[in-house]
């Protein structure tokens, strides 16, 4: 069975940072395209950013320069690296695996950026 886990959510200060991972189980992480999504309360689900299968990564406008999305085939783990955090970064944040036709969702992990 294929399933994506995250961790590493949690309550932070503005301007800190966090490091969120993804675990990708049954599958082989390298062969797919993996992506980082948030909700925030109230609002509609958002892409943060992708990587692909080749290495290259996107990234949303509101995210570019403050987070990292990065890939160890070797622990079959994506990770979002999230610095100089904001309180409207507060948002529950999923990970995706693109696969054929459909798109495979975790369970998400909450971020709360709050003094």
């Known amino acids: 069975q294929v399933q994506l886990v995250e961790s590493g959510g949690g309550l932070v200060q503005p301007g800190g940072s966090l490091r969120l991972s993804c675990v990708l189980s049954?599958?082989?992480?390298?062969?797919?395209?993996m992506g980082w999504y948030r909700q925030a309360p109230g609002k509609q689900r958002e892409l943060v950013g992708t990587?692909?299968?080749?290495?290259?990564?996107n990234y949303a406008d509101f995210v570019k320069g403050r987070f990292t999305i990065s890939r160890d085939n070797a622990k079959n783990t994506v990770y979002l690296q999230m610095n100089s955090l904001k309180p409207e970064d507060t948002a529950v944040y999923y990970c995706?695996?693109?696969?054929?036709?459909?798109?495979?969702w975790g369970q998400g992990t909450q971020v709360t950026v709050s003094s």
């Open positions: 995706t695996q693109d696969y054929g036709l459909g798109r495979r």
């Open positions: 990587i692909r299968t080749g290495g290259s990564i």
């Open positions: 049954g599958s082989i992480i390298s062969m797919y395209a």
